[in-house]
């Protein structure tokens, strides 16, 4: 089976687009959550995957978007963004984000936004961080989001520490051999400094991973945006990818 991994799509259509057409061949979606927010197009990300085979896990924008999360957490920007696309969301599409778990595990990967321990809200941006997570999940893998940068870490034995290791871009690389957790990075909002959409394709026959970037017309999204009245910094963030 191959696996599309992707994780916060943010609304960004234009990018979700280019993606599942950089992709191609995939049997499946695993999707780490934020599907909506930030973004203008949050009915048509959800539909867009709805229409795909695929899991999708809840992330912290998920749920602010539905009200089950307080948006006074959020920076204003990111609160009024969440707060626009509760208004926009129609009833059957609100039912979808209200019905995704926080965890989800196929094969052996366990898939969540944040991290294993609190996957609504925690970043894994360190190897440390990946460490203190390894007791909270018992698949050999974990994929996460939710800092929208690609990251990959090994345990390669019991007891040893944990190392990152460079996704393979563009081209295919065997699995490290070891507990792993791997992020794809940011489909709708990249924050490495790169703007291109990010994603990962796993090959559990072959065991195999790529990470791809694919460019995308970023001023469609903007231009939604700006016709939404989103706040500007998050229109010119997605030209820069932070
Ligand atoms: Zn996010």
Known sequence: ????????????????????????????????????????????????????????????????SIDRLDVSDFNPDASRACMWTREQLTGDNLAYVQSLPERIVRNDFTLVHGSPRHPIWEYIGHSSVAAENLAYFDTEGCLFGHTHMPAGYVSRRRGAGV???????????????????????????????DPRASYILLDLEQHTLQLHRVEYAIEKTQNLMIAAGLPPRLVVRLAYGW
């Open 1 to 64: 089976m191959r696996c599309l991994v992707l994780s916060d799509i943010h609304s960004n259509l234009v990018a979700f687009d280019a993606v599942l057409a950089d992709a191609t061949a995939f049997d499946v979606v695993w999707c780490l959550g934020d599907v909506i927010g930030y973004g203008p197009q949050p009915n048509e990300c959800i539909e867009r995957l709805k229409g795909l085979p695929h899991v999708c896990v809840a992330g912290n924008h998920d749920w602010a």
């Open 163 to 193: 190392e990152e290791f460079a996704l393979p871009l563009h081209t295919s690389a065997p699995l490290p051999k070891g507990r792993l957790l791997i992020n794809p990075g940011g489909v709708g909002q990249p924050r490495d400094g």
